[in-house]
């Protein structure tokens, strides 16, 4: 299980993750942030990206809409005010668009805020289901108070209907595509260098 | 294609003359089938191997793969064309496929 973290800690504790992914705007982390106000800026942004690393995306629903019908797109990040509706989330399963979950947004808001919130993810749970969607459960922290353990991120969203074993799948498919050198895509990959002299 | 991708084009070519062996299967007697691919239709490869010749389905199976000097793992899914068509489909998989860049 691996989680996505938008910040670059000094130094991380061992809360139960097989590693971490940094998703940040510099260009130093593994993962790239894309944010955009509109879907003409998310293209620009987009063509302005050569390095091989997972691209995310925070924008409103027109951006989330645009972004899964873009190839370089690899994860549609969460925050408190993203909304997918029913199509964008049928459209992300077909073009193999990951839709990220976090905990972290849960702990930034309260109240009236925070039920909205839950009353959202379970409604999207619902359609990532129906449709099997690539998602991914993270705390998605912004900060070291944010960070929670892999067994808290896990039974918070399998409280809400998650498939968790998948969403392990989707996070190492993720990781896997542009880190193994031996992944090639889902059900190709490379063993090994052959010895004998078989073509 | 140089490094990661060498070799990638292996799902937009048929596969006559490749030595493959079959690692997973529905039907465990076919696991551990190797040999070099005589034939090929769209659902099947035809393995001769060194007790005579086997009809593999493709659907469902994994097969190990000695490719230009790499052992690749294949899905049977992803081939599941017929080999003339598979230039077409194949291409197409690996233009759509996040993460390969052809």
């Known amino acids: ?199 | 294609m140089r490094g990661r991708l060498q070799g990638v084009e292996l799902i937009a070519r048929d596969w006559i003359g490749l030595m493959v062996e079959v690692v997973e299967s529905p039907n465990h007697s076919e696991v551990g089938i190797k040999g070099e691919v005589v034939d090929e239709t769209q659902n099947t490869l035809k393995i001769m191997t060194e007790k005579g010749l086997k009809v593999v389905a493709k659907r469902g199976r994994t097969f190990r793969v000695w490719y230009k000097g790499k052992i690749m793992r294949i899905k049977g899914d992803l081939i599941n064309f017929r080999p003339e068509d598979r230039i077409k489909r194949g291409l197409m998989m690996l233009k759509r496929a996040k993460g390969v860049w052809i």
């Open chain 1, 1 to 199: 299980m691996y989680d996505f973290l938008r910040f670059f800690p000094e130094n991380l504790p061992d809360l139960g993750f097989k590693s971490y992914v940094f998703m940040l705007e510099k260009p130093k982390g593994c993962g790239i942030v894309i944010r955009a106000n509109s879907p003409e800026e998310l293209r620009k942004k987009l063509r302005g990206v050569k390095r091989r690393a997972i691209v995310g995306i925070i924008g409103k629903e027109a951006v989330c809409r645009e972004a899964v019908m873009r190839r370089r797109v690899d994860v549609i990040l969460d925050w408190e005010d993203r909304e997918l509706d029913y199509a964008t989330l049928k459209l992300a399963a077909e073009k193999d668009v990951a839709i990220e979950l976090s905990l972290s947004k849960f702990l930034r808001t309260e109240g009236y805020k925070r039920m909205h919130l839950f009353e959202r993810l379970r409604q999207e749970i619902m359609v990532i289901r129906k449709f099997d969607v690539p998602f991914i459960v993270t705390t998605a922290a912004e900060n070291q108070y944010e960070l929670r353990t892999r067994k808290q991120v896990e039974t918070f969203f399998k409280f809400f209907g998650a498939e968790i074993p998948k969403a392990r799948l989707y996070a190492q498919r993720l990781v896997r595509r542009y880190f193994d050198e031996n992944y090639i895509m889902d059900g190709f990959e490379v063993e090994q260098l052959s010895n004998s002299g078989v073509v």
